[in-house]
């Protein structure tokens, strides 16, 4: 069948409820292999997606914690990304949950920044570490005003809030 893009499977894997399980795969993997580049880079990370599927398990932060220690990465070298188009308000436990993995040192991104549910206030709620801005808002940045001047006010407020910024999407300089 050729390339088979996560747009093609993931809603697959959350209706079935194997994204549960693919998704902690995908974790370990992900830790394993920064491990081994961390004998190098002693400070990389990586960033791995979770599903808001995986958010509603009850000892999602338990499985989690329990990969970290197996794989003998600490948490710092972590960020977990969850998708804006998810509505994190209906995630009855949350900010528990994203405490929980803070005071493990994972850092949480909000991927997709500015496509979905987040507002700036919610954000500011959430206590988020990185906000990556979707590459939608970069590829049309010359249409007009309006995207570029959207995304220095999604800068701005990142910055003011002590937020990373990420901008998806950036292929030339005109862009950057």
């Not at 803070?102 to 987040?118: L, M, V």
């Amino acid at each position: 069948r050729g390339n088979v893009y996560p747009s093609d499977f993931i809603h697959i894997l959350e209706k079935s409820h194997l994204i549960n399980k693919v998704g902690l795969w995908v974790l370990e993997e992900a830790l394993l292999q920064c491990r081994e580049w961390r004998k190098t880079l002693s400070d990389i990370r990586v960033s791995v997606n979770f599903s808001i599927v995986q958010l509603e398990e009850m000892d999602i932060v338990d499985k989690v914690l329990d990969i970290i220690d197996k794989t003998g990465v600490p948490g710092n070298a972590l960020t977990i990304e969850i998708t804006e188009s998810i509505q994190l308000q209906e995630i009855k436990n949350f900010g528990e949950i994203f405490e929980r993995f803070r005071a493990a040192g994972i850092e949480i991104s909000i991927d997709d920044f500015g496509t979905g549910y987040s507002n700036m206030g919610y954000l500011k709620q959430l206590k988020v570490d990185e906000i990556k801005i979707d590459r939608l808002f970069i590829s049309n940045i010359d249409e007009g005003t309006y995207n570029y001047k959207l995304i220095y006010n999604m800068i701005e407020f990142a910055r003011t809030n002590s937020i990373r910024i990420c901008c998806e999407g950036v292929e030339d300089m005109h862009q950057l």
